[in-house]
T-cell receptor
Framework: GQQVMQIPQYQHVQEGEDFTTYCNSS?????IQWYKQRPGGHPVFLIQ?????EVKKQKRLTFQFGEAKKNSSLHITATQTTDVGTYFC????????????FGKGTLLTVNP | DTAVSQTPKYLVTQMGNDKSIKCEQN?????MYWYKQDSKKFLKIMFS???????INETVPNRFSPKSPDKAHLNLHINSLELGDSAVYFC????????????FGSGTRLTVV
């Protein structure tokens, strides 16, 4: 079945440093979604990318969808302590929008 | 005015017991889900319901039985609880074709002792 791989598993940075997490799918995705889960919280939807090569920005966060629609990345510029949490990518499993398959997530910790 | 609410937030119970978790969404979404998050934070889909109809049953043991009385509610009943069922269970909802992804509830932390 479809797999969504995400690296790194953990990332610790000093406040002000940049951070990037990468996501790769074993199959072409119709779309990819990104979520953030704060410690002790629930996943919160950040963004959805649909087009090949798409780049979207949300303040300090930049999301990219690969040309082949099999990989994606999330880049945070100048991290802040409020960025702490686990970032998940997710794509429709087996082509079904009713089955979002999540990557294992990247846990970001930020040292103030 | 919580969008997706699930109860209870915490559940501690003994092995062999039967328990239920309830979920309600007031977003008007047509699809609801149950996800299980294990201790390593891996989120795995269990069930998907679209307009009260079961769409996805992701090889979950028969001890888990979802019920959707209407498209705003999706409950999860678990029989004969086992230690391995300990996890955080998240309910979520979405609108087919919508650009806003899944909206998750705050989760139910189930501990089986």
């Amino acid at each position: 079945g479809q797999q969504v791989m995400q690296i790194p598993q953990y990332q610790h940075v000093q406040e002000g440093e940049d951070f990037t997490t990468y996501c790769n799918s074993s199959t072409t995705l119709s779309n990819i979604q990104w979520y953030k889960q704060r410690p002790g919280g629930h996943p919160v939807f950040l963004i959805q990318l649909v087009k090949s090569g798409e780049v979207k920005k949300q303040k300090r966060l930049t999301f990219q969808f690969g040309e082949a629609k099999k990989n994606s990345s999330l880049h945070i510029t100048a991290t802040q302590t409020t960025d702490v949490g686990t970032y998940f990518c997710a794509g429709p499993g087996g082509g079904s929008n009713y089955k979002l398959t999540f990557g294992k997530g990247t846990l970001l910790t930020v040292n103030p | 005015d919580t969008a997706v609410s699930q109860t209870p937030k915490y559940l501690v119970t003994q092995m062999g017991n039967d328990k239920s978790i309830k979920c309600e969404q007031n977003l008007g979404h047509d699809t609801m889900y149950w996800y299980k998050q294990d201790s390593k934070k891996f989120l795995k889909i269990m069930f998907s319901y679209n307009n009260k109809e079961l769409i996805i049953n992701e090889t979950v043991p028969n001890r888990f039985s979802p019920k959707s009385p209407d498209k705003a509610h999706l409950n999860l009943h678990i029989n004969s609880l086992e230690l391995g069922d300990s996890a955080v269970y998240f309910c979520a909802s979405s609108q087919e074709g919508g650009p806003h992804g899944y909206t998750f509830g705050s989760g139910t932390r189930l501990t089986v002792v």
